[in-house]
């Protein structure tokens, strides 16, 4: 199994970016697909979720309003469309799959499958 993160870069403050996460291995909507992010000197946060069951969607209030997490099974794909980036969205993101129970759809160690991290990079 394979997650292939893309997307990252420099953005001025209010811009957008949008990432992308190509499976291979699995097929993405049978599986918990999310985003994390990891700041310099901070611990890795969860950013958004898409469900494998019935692809209900999860946010962090921090990005909730401004990110919206996608699948698109026929590319076999989870995207994750970010605006009005604020310094703060600075960080690592990493792309990670599986299967948690409902409750534990924001816990890092539920998901058994990781991509590689990309940079992004908010400019003030």
């Known amino acids: 199994v394979q997650l292939q993160a893309s997307g990252g870069g420099l953005v001025q403050a209010g811009g957008s970016l949008r990432l992308s996460c190509a499976a291979s291995g699995l097929t993405i909507s049978t599986v918990t697909a999310a985003w994390f992010r990891q700041a310099p000197g901070k611990e890795r946060e969860f950013v958004a979720a898409v469900r494998w069951s019935g692809g209900s969607t999860y946010y962090a209030d921090s990005v909730k309003g401004r990110f919206t997490i996608s699948r698109d099974n026929a590319k076999n794909t989870v995207d994750l469309q970010m605006n009005s980036l604020k310094p703060e969205d600075t960080a690592v993101y990493s792309c990670?799959?599986?299967?948690?129970?409902?409750?534990?759809?924001?816990?890092?160690?539920?998901?058994?499958?990781w991509g590689q991290g990309t940079q992004v990079t908010v400019s003030s």
């Open positions: 990670a799959a599986g299967r948690p129970i409902l409750s534990a759809t924001r816990s890092a160690s539920m998901y058994g499958y």
